[in-house]
């Protein structure tokens, strides 16, 4: 049962809207997926509320013993998916413990490139001292559709040594319409914002083959 997590400690940089969105994908491959929300403000909590749990069972974990917490509660999953918090380091550090892939979104701007430094130096702390886990890879969030990205941007996510996804996803109204709802882009499952999710989705499960 591999625990994903999708962290970056700038806010807006996309991870609830991964994290719901991805836990649902999975979930309609027939898995069963267990979404954790890390963040004080719980806004994947919310958005559950607004579903009245009716598209996944989302568990609220802000606290540091969230590896052992964790532990206990998830066999019966084949899928965990942890919602990043933000800024608080030491909620961060927790999930990469817990984790045995961390997903870092990060919107194309040298600003949002930058900050995720702090983070990618604790993910490279944890894998030094355990043979290489989690494994790790930026993902491009909310990019301009039908942009190219910058060559600068591309060399500055590359240069912290991690994976950059293939996939990406862009900036489409489908996802804050959709999440205001307590829904997920897969209420059209045929639309172009969830045809990026599965293609991100995808590419996350190669992880694990
Ligand atoms: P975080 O959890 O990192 O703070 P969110 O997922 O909450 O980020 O995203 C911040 C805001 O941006 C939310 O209002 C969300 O609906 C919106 N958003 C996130 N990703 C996209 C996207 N690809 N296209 C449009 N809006 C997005
Ligand atoms: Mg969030």
Not at 20 to 31: E, I, P, R, T
Not at 148 to 155: A, D, H, Q, R, T
Request: with cysteine; proline share 6%.
């Amino acid at each position: 049962m591999p625990v994903i997590s999708i962290l970056n400690q700038k806010g807006g940089s996309g991870k609830t809207t991964i994290a719901v969105n991805l836990a649902h994908a999975l979930k309609l491959d027939g898995s069963r997926v267990l979404l954790v929300d890390s963040d004080p403000q719980g806004s994947a909590r919310d958005w559950n509320e607004e579903n009245e749990g009716e598209i996944l069972p989302v568990v609220g974990l802000d606290r540091e013993t969230l590896p052992k917490d964790l532990q206990a509660i998830k066999s019966g999953y084949d899928w965990v998916v942890i919602d990043g918090a933000p800024q608080i380091a030491r909620l961060a550090a927790a999930a990469v413990k817990a984790s045995d892939l961390v997903i870092i979104p990060c919107q194309p701007s040298p600003y949002d490139i930058w900050a995720a430094a702090d983070l990618v130096d604790v993910i490279k702390a944890r894998q030094d001292v355990t043979d290489g886990k989690p494994l790790s890879a930026f993902v491009v969030s909310r990019a301009i559709k039908n942009t190219k990205l910058g060559k600068e941007i591309m060399e500055a996510l590359e240069s912290y040594g991690l994976p950059v996804l293939k996939s990406q996803t862009t900036q489409r109204v489908a996802y804050p319409t959709t999440a205001s709802e307590g829904q997920t882009v897969f209420i059209e499952p045929q639309s172009e914002a969830a045809k990026e999710i599965v293609a991100l989705k995808e590419e996350i499960k190669e992880f694990f083959n």
